[in-house]
T-cell receptor
Framework: GIQVEQSPPDLILQEGANSTLRCNFSDSVNNLQWFHQNPWGQLINLFYIPSGTKQNGRLSATTVATERYSLLYISSSQTTDSGVYFCAVASNFGNEKLTFGTGTRLTIIP | DAGVTQSPTHLIKTRGQHVTLRCSPISGHKSVSWYQQVLGQGPQFIFQYYEKEERGRGNFPDRFSARQFPNYSSELNVNALLLGDSALYLC?????????????FGSGTQLSVL
């Protein structure tokens, strides 16, 4: 099946800093989503981005499908940005099963 | 509009018992999927249902089963619980379950098996 790798596994930043999270995947995808999992376990949709670039406030994401990677940018980090960020993909064949990466744990220090 | 709702939020069971977890999708969504998230890992796909039919199944033993009702809500059942079944169980819904659709997740049910 498709493989998803995220880097870095852990990231500790001062409030106000910028960060870039990376997701590499091993096959062509029809679906790529970025999620933020809060301390209570809720997976919050950030972006649906199988290709191209999107922005939402301080967050933006870019997926280069031909090179099989996606980047999530967080600017001017706030403590509420802390949590685990997951990239999840679904390949071009089959149902909507999402394969998740192992996540990046982001900690923002005041 | 309500999001994906799951019940119960927390559950404690002992080994060998049976458990039923429930999920109501977003209004208008007809596809429901279940995922298991073990501590420190990403969620893993268990089942997908669309219009009461199973569309996909992950690599889980037959002790795991699910069903979808005419109102599109769903139940996940786990028999003969093992310690390793302790996890956060997440339900996700989408409009028609196509591979290129956005999934929306509930807050999950935290299952502890003692």
């Amino acid at each position: 099946g498709i493989q998803v790798e995220q880097s870095p596994p852990d990231l500790i930043l001062q409030e106000g800093a910028n960060s870039t999270l990376r997701c590499n995947f091993s096959d062509s995808v029809n679906n790529l989503q970025w999620f933020h999992q809060n301390p209570w376990g809720q997976l919050i949709n950030l972006f649906y981005i199988p290709s191209g670039t999107k922005q939402n406030g301080r967050l933006s994401a870019t997926t280069v499908a031909t090179e099989r990677y996606s980047l999530l940018y967080i600017s001017s980090s706030q403590t509420t940005d802390s949590g685990v960020y997951f990239c999840a993909v679904a390949s071009n064949f089959g149902n909507e099963k999402l394969t998740f990466g192992t996540g990046t744990r982001l900690t923002i220090i005041p | 509009d309500a999001g994906v709702t799951q019940s119960p939020t927390h559950l404690i069971k002992t080994r060998g018992q049976h458990v039923t977890l429930r999920c109501s999708p977003i209004s208008g969504h007809k596809s429901v999927s279940w995922y298991q998230q073990v501590l420190g890992q990403g969620p893993q796909f268990i089942f997908q249902y669309y219009e009461k039919e199973e569309r996909g199944r992950g690599n889980f033993p037959d002790r795991f089963s699910a069903r979808q009702f005419p109102n599109y809500s769903s139940e996940l059942n786990v028999n003969a619980l093992l310690l390793g079944d302790s996890a956060l169980y997440l339900c996700a819904s989408s409009f028609s379950g196509q591979v290129n659709e956005k999934l929306f997740f509930g807050s999950g049910t935290q299952l502890s098996v003692l």
